[in-house]
């Protein structure tokens, strides 16, 4: 939701600041917009509707617009429509106050009543004016000083920020402020950067400081000073980030989702390699003791969007495996439940950007209640890795398409591990089991390889959908839980209006919906359900549906009822869910890009939620 960048160094600004847009466009792309000051001379601010292409014509990559020091914003609208004028920077009228945001001020309301009072007046409908106005009060009223105003305004503004100021008075120099929006901030010889995620700063610096809640920032060339709340200087550490700045480019792919996907093998192999050690999982990077597992006796898994696809998944494998009882919450649900939570219970969030707002809510939640929390995220130092007590991190690297792909696959393969080292702690699992699912999750790698070298099956087939209106995906257990995913990613990438069901489901309901040419997509890898399935299968054939399925390798009896079957090697059934989910992957990015829509960003969606 909205990426912001500030550059304070010796080299031009802007062409730093459209560079680091470039990587945040994921987070926000309906306007864009920077502010860039030449040594004391008036800042200059331009902004526009529209990609961030837009404003990099304008500027020719920022390369028509001099100064060393300034801010830039790319937005996902919130308080107003996207416009030029909504757009940030926002500044107060005489510019002596110019910043960027990302975040929901949540009384902005009533702050604005208190400033017109003062005579201040508002040119946009947006929060963010009024923090910045606010800034601009404190200022002028008090002493001139930055960190006093803006910790004012701090103390003022109910909501989540992250904010990036400059100062008239203070040519060469970037504030930040930050509550409960993600904001990073690096540092390099005579350069200072900040930003909403490593992607934007990562081919400049790795060198790192995480900026915490309630604190401030002043960023000089090469030279960062933090403050708390009282405006005392507080020392951070410095943290290195080990991500490969390749990983955050393209690689000569068309898109980053294609190449995410085709990254899986590898990031999937990284995460089982962090904590799989000659045959045995170790759970000391997790800090989650075998005797703190025997005493669990319920698991609370608490997600949103294709996290939560992957905590139903794990709630069949976790309930095979052991005897604890696992309950699948969304997110944006739990927070707000009156559930008594069992007092002998994990609560396990999962998060690919570590900062989406309503799982951050429930993992608060939780910690409030006492619970035991542990947080699968892939973004190191985001907020809920930073706030869960146990943390397993998935090695997908920097993800920047829009629609999860590899991090979801991560999650997956996380969750596994975490389900047979319960079983083991509580000695639910005999040891060869034991040693014969270890292995099998070791093929997965090696198996999702194999489907990706089929993709071109299903480009052929996905030409077949693109004038699709409507779509059903069918599945039992873990089946149900891929088709949940398959059926996201169709719809958040091809705009096709897509619908996934237990297909056991069907006859209550959603079979009154099928008709001639309706497209059924079924899942069908445990073995134990193929048959249930397939009569699923036949029921909605018969009554007209065109239907692909997703099966294993030797099930070719399916060929008889779907009119398009895409194989996917043999693998436990527990497992299974890792490799079916690629074909329905590669079927969503193809049909987007057969539709011509932006496969990685697509319209109203944003990458990180951090707003309710
Ligand atoms: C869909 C997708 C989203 C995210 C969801 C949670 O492709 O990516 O549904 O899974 O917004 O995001 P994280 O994992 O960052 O908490």
Not at 563 to 586: H, M, R, W
Request: proline share 3%; glycine share 8%; charged share 25%.
């Amino acid at each position: 939701m909205c990426g912001i960048v500030g550059y304070v160094g010796t080299q031009q600004a802007a062409p730093i600041l459209i560079d680091g847009l470039s990587k945040l466009e994921y987070r926000g792309y309906d306007s864009a917009g920077i502010a860039v000051r030449d040594g004391e001379n008036e800042p200059e601010i331009i902004k526009e509707k529209g990609k961030l292409k837009v404003l990099a014509e304008m500027t020719n990559n920022g390369k028509a617009v001099v100064g060393c020091c300034g801010i830039g914003h790319t937005r996902w609208a919130t308080h107003g429509e996207p416009s030029a004028v909504n757009a940030h920077p926002h500044a107060s009228d005489d510019l002596n106050v110019i910043a960027v945001h990302n975040g929901i001020i949540e009384n902005y309301q009533e702050l604005r009543e208190k400033l017109e009072k003062h005579g201040y007046v508002f040119k946009s409908q947006t929060d963010t004016e009024v923090a910045v106005k606010l800034i601009d009060y404190y200022y002028k009223k008090y002493a001139p000083l930055p960190v006093e105003a803006i910790a004012r305004s701090m103390v003022r503004i109910r909501g989540s920020y992250a904010l990036c100021i400059m100062f008239k008075d203070y040519p060469g120099e970037v504030y930040c402020a930050r509550k409960d929006s993600p904001m990073i901030i690096g540092i390099a010889n005579g350069e200072s950067y900040v930003a909403s995620d490593v992607p934007a700063i990562l081919k400049y610096t790795r060198n790192v400081y995480y900026i915490g809640n309630m604190e401030i920032a002043k960023l000089e060339q090469g030279n960062v000073t933090f403050f708390n709340i009282d405006s005392e200087v507080i020392e951070k550490p410095l943290t290195e980030i080990r991500w490969d700045a390749e990983a955050a480019e393209k690689g000569g792919y068309e898109h980053f989702m294609l190449k995410e996907i085709h990254e899986q093998p590898k990031v999937v192999r990284d995460t089982i390699n962090s904590v799989v050690h000659e045959g045995v999982v170790h759970f000391d990077s997790v800090n989650l003791t075998d005797d703190e597992m025997k005493e669990i006796e319920q698991i609370y898994i608490v997600a949103c969007g294709s996290a939560y696809h992957v905590g139903v998944a794990l709630q069949y494998v976790i309930e095979e495996l052991t005897s604890l009882q696992v309950r699948v919450e969304l997110a944006s649900e739990f927070r707000y439940r009156k559930m008594q939570l069992h007092k002998k219970s994990l609560v396990i969030v999962i998060s690919q950007s570590g900062e989406t707002a309503d799982t951050l809510a429930a993992l608060r939640e939780a910690r409030d209640n006492g619970i035991k929390t542990l947080g699968i995220v892939n973004v190191v130092g985001s907020t809920i890795a930073r706030e869960a007590e146990n943390v397993f991190y998935t090695l997908a690297g920097p993800e920047i398409s829009v629609a999860t792909t590899k991090a979801y696959s991560c999650q997956l393969v996380a969750g596994y591990l975490l389900a047979l080292q319960f079983a083991k702690a509580r000695g639910e699992i005999e040891e060869a089991r034991y040693q014969e699912l270890i292995e099998e999750i070791f093929t997965i790698p090696d198996k999702i390889e194999r489907i990706l070298e089929d993709k071109e099956r299903i480009q052929w087939y996905s030409n077949k959908l693109v004038n699709v209106t409507d779509s059903f995906f069918i599945g039992r257990g873990i089946d149900y839980a891929i088709g949940m995913e398959g059926s996201l990613k169709l719809k958040e990438i091809s705009y096709i209006h897509s619908e996934a069901y237990a297909a056991g489901e069907l006859k209550h309901g959603p079979i009154s919906l099928i008709e001639d040419g309706t497209i059924v997509i079924s899942v069908v890898t445990q073995s134990n359900l193929v048959e249930k399935t397939i009569s699923n299968m036949v029921e909605v054939k018969s009554r007209g549906a065109k239907v692909m399925a997703v099966t294993t390798m030797g099930n070719y009896y399916l060929e008889d009822t779907a009119e398009f079957t895409c194989y996917v090697p043999k693998i436990d059934n527990l497992f299974a869910g890792s490799l079916s989910v690629i074909p329905l992957q590669l079927l969503s990015y193809y049909v987007s890009i057969g539709k011509g829509y932006d496969v990685d960003k697509p319209r109203n969606l944003a990458k990180s939620v951090t707003v309710e």
